[in-house]
């Protein structure tokens, strides 16, 4: 079954068959459902070698008469709209710099039938992508470009496992890669269990030294504001769009 299936069948338990007629005339839900599915495709954009970030809030934008049918569904549709957005970027692999946000809301300029998907990253805002590590409970930022970890006063991460030298291992970090080096320790060092002297650091990999488990991760963090689309920009990739042409634009 695929997602705009799954999204249908969701719908026919929200609302009765009696009240489902009413949308014949008009925008359906799946077709909302598909829009969606469309901008977060279109505006998804590389930002890492492992990282596509896709844009987490949307406003979805419905003639008059669209608007009133579909508020009479209240939390029923956004809730599906908000499973099937999640689903899609799992399954396409993308990634959201926060909480996803989906508001309906009427467009007095647009005819009966149409809809137009306004999105943005971050509520504005631009995303950059920070390396951190996860070890002994604490998430802790990299700051620098070289970091030392080990049981010293001296390190820059300082952990509490006698198993481990006093500077143990240090991480390189760019901005974009990661590479793990063992300081000459006495126990070694294992990346993702293979004993490693310097190697590659992906992200969500595992630096185990001493017993103490290190997890390299990249995460978002909002940046500057940018300021609103204008309306070009924010029309451009599902203009007025009218979802009984989309066979004549494909």
């Known amino acids: 079954m695929g997602l705009l299936d799954s999204f249908e069948k969701g719908l026919e338990r929200a609302v009765n068959s009696a009240f489902a007629k009413t949308f014949r ?55 599906e709209l908000d499973t099937l957005v999640h689903k899609h970027a799992k399954a396409q692999g993308y990634s959201f710099a926060g909480p996803v946000s989906i508001t309906v809301r009427r467009d007095d300029q647009l005819a009966t039938g149409t809809l137009r998907v306004e999105s943005s990253t971050a509520e504005g805002g631009r995303v950059s992508w920070r390396g951190v590590v996860d070890v002994e409970g604490r998430r802790i930022p990299l700051t620098a470009s070289r970091t030392v970890i080990g049981r010293g006063s001296d390190a820059d991460i300082t952990i509490a496992d006698a198993g481990t030298s006093r500077k143990h291992v240090e991480i390189l970090w760019d901005g974009e890669r990661a590479m793990v080096r063992d300081l000459g320790s006495t126990n ?63």
């Open 25 to 79: 005339s008009g925008i359906q839900p799946v077709e909302i459902a598909s829009a969606l599915r469309s901008e977060l495709d279109k505006k998804a954009a590389v930002v890492s070698r492992d990282r596509i970030l896709a844009p987490n809030t949307f406003t979805v934008l419905l003639s008059p008469a669209d608007d009133e049918r579909m508020s009479a569904l209240g939390a029923a549709l956004t809730q």
């Open 188 to 250: 070694g060092t294992m990346l993702d269990g293979r004993k490693i002297t310097e190697a590659a650091l992906p992200p969500d990999s595992t630096v185990r030294i001493g017993r103490t488990d290190i997890v390299f991760r990249v995460v978002a963090q909002a940046a500057a504001v940018r300021p609103p689309a204008s309306v070009d920009d924010s029309t451009r990739a599902y203009g007025a769009f009218d979802p009984r042409e989309r066979g004549q634009r494909s």
